[in-house]
């Protein structure tokens, strides 16, 4: 087999039912995203079933356009309502939905569209180019290294938290403590179980996301005044998607930037694409000159975690390809499915089954073209959902935050644990609170755990020495040291003024109604 054979085996295989059975995958995977409620991971397992008696390409390949599309879906509902479908768009709703507020909707989505379609385009190339060299790099990282990732994580979101620094800390060590519910990863004994078996497995991650970012938003809507509601995108049509690609070359730097960051994360066991939006986004309010303008719907603020997070796709499917090691959730629900099919993922499928190799390259290079075509003109039709009335889109979403809930494990008592964090997240939003370090403090604390109490284990009680050593002798240990300090002292150097609540929720001043793009690009000279 030839050097460039890897990339064109792939095409005798995928015949116009594969690429049917693909864009069939990626349009219900925009569906499912943009589903209050409905993740990507989600999204997958519910498809998963359905490709039992499929021929193995047709089955991943279609799984593939779920996940590609699953992954952007989470996008429409974070700029439309502030409620993002998927985890990894958190990120996306604090300037895409203050956008869509100022009647700009159709360009936060097409913004965040052209960023996704670009990272996921960019992660397969750096797939089918790098992925030995990543999978090697991934495979190299231990305990220590994978700690100071998770570590580097926490400290991100304290900064670009709305709010004080204190305030975001507060919140991620709230989380903290949520993912310590459960077994003990290493002794298996209970803990603050509180004699319920149904926290011994810790508390849903689905569960608490929805509830903190979706029922809790439904609790504000029913308090506000008619008034109020009915303010904003939903007395606009989301027209104009296709100008975003006017701002493409202006923001090229955030998005190239990003989409690395993406695939770098994604390609780290355990990562996802959560931690690369919240990283990409804290990376970009880091070196931008408008980082201030961030939260009030700056486009750099959609572009930066829509880029990453669907990066994360390909540098996730490099450990599984190359190692056999899911890179996130979905890719661990892929895994299934490609064992279903007969298909051992690992290195040896690059020699026993070159040709399914080359056909994932293409597929999901094919997967974003096709998030492109359907989500930049299926943009206005997704969003004449939002106009009906209020009252009853608030109960609908009600209802789909209950059964999305209950049908991750058809447990009534998630379904319960949602809506304690849907109180929960209304109070903290009342006490100007961040939620979103919550939710990432618990997907990152047992990876945290489980890999510091190894490393102490492997220590033999020499903590200072083996930490020396290891920062001495890898390189990656330093890297992760020096970043995490480095976010950790900027908001203090650099007396960072944060965004209190009110001001990306609208406050009446005239920088909050203004539209922050003006300013950048008049700045820049691009006006």
């Known amino acids: 087999m030839g050097s460039f054979d890897l990339y064109f085996l792939g095409w005798q295989i995928i015949d116009f039912p594969v690429l049917l059975m693909l864009g069939l995958g990626t349009l219900l995977g925009i569906i499912i995203g943009a589903l209050p409620g409905l993740t990507a991971i989600m999204a997958v397992s519910i498809i998963v079933p359905l490709t039992y008696k499929m021929p193995p390409i047709v089955s991943i390949l279609m799984l593939l356009g779920v996940y590609c599309g699953g992954n952007y879906g989470g996008s429409i509902s974070a700029c439309l309502i502030n409620i993002p479908g998927t985890p990894s768009a958190i990120m996306t709703g604090l300037d895409g939905h203050p956008l869509s507020r100022k009647g700009k909707a159709g360009l936060a989505i097409g913004m965040a569209t052209v960023a996704s379609v670009v990272g996921g385009i960019i992660s397969v190339f750096v797939l089918a180019a ?34 004080s620094t204190l305030k975001g800390i507060m919140a991620g060590l709230f989380g903290l403590l949520l993912a310590t519910i459960g077994f003990d990863p290493n002794t298996g004994a209970a803990r603050f179980a509180f004699g319920s078996t149904n926290l011994l497995g810790g508390v849903d991650f689905v569960s608490v996301m ?10 504000a809507n029913i308090e506000k005044t008619k008034a109020e509601r009915d303010i904003g995108f939903l007395q606009d049509k989301v027209t104009k ?32 694409g959560t931690i690369a939006a919240i990283a990409a986004y804290g990376l970009q309010k880091r070196v931008s000159r408008h980082g201030h303008l961030m939260g009030k719907g700056a486009l750099e603020g959609i572009a930066a975690p829509e880029a990453s997070n ?11 390809l190359a190692l056999g090691i899911p890179g996130d959730a979905v890719t661990a629900v892929l895994i299934g499915a490609f064992i279903i099919h007969g298909i051992v993922p690992g290195p040896m499928m690059y020699t026993s089954n070159p040709e399914m190799v080359s056909a994932i390259f293409i597929g999901m290079f094919l997967a974003n073209i096709f998030i492109l075509v359907i989500g930049m003109p299926g943009a206005k039709y997704i969003s004449r959902l939002l106009k009906i009335p209020s009252q009853i889109l608030n109960g609908l ?4 935050c209950i059964i999305g809930t209950f049908a991750v494990k058809n447990s009534l008592f998630d379904t319960g644990v949602m809506l304690v964090f849907g109180v929960v997240g209304y109070l903290m939003s009342k006490a100007k609170i961040p939620k979103a370090p919550v939710v990432l403090a618990l997907v990152l604390g047992p990876l945290m755990e489980e890999n510091i109490r190894r490393w102490a284990n492997l220590a033999e009680g020499n903590y200072w020495s083996e930490f020396i050593n290891s920062v001495i002798t890898n390189p990656v240990t330093l890297t992760m040291v020096i970043a995490t300090l480095v976010v950790l002292i900027a908001p203090i150097v650099t007396k960072k003024k944060h965004l209190s609540e009110d001001d990306i929720n609208f406050s009446s001043d005239e920088t909050a109604s203004a539209d922050p793009n003006e300013i950048i690009f008049a700045e820049k000279g691009e006006r």
């Open 310 to 320: 669907n990066a994360c796709t390909g540098g996730a499917m490099t450990p599984l």
């Open 397 to 400: 979403i009600i209802a789909l």
């Open 210 to 219: 929805i509830g903190l970012f979706g029922m809790s938003e439904m609790f």
């Open 130 to 163: 790098f992925s030995p060299v990543l999978a090697n790099l991934a495979l190299k990282f231990k305990s220590l290294e994978i700690f100071g990732v998770a570590l580097f994580g926490i400290s991100v979101i304290a900064y670009v938290s709305p709010g």
């Open 241 to 272: 998607t296709w100008d975003a690609f006017k701002y493409v070359r202006k923001l090229k730097a955030v998005i190239l930037r990003s989409s690395f960051v993406g695939v770098i994360i994604g390609a780290i066991p355990g990562a996802g």
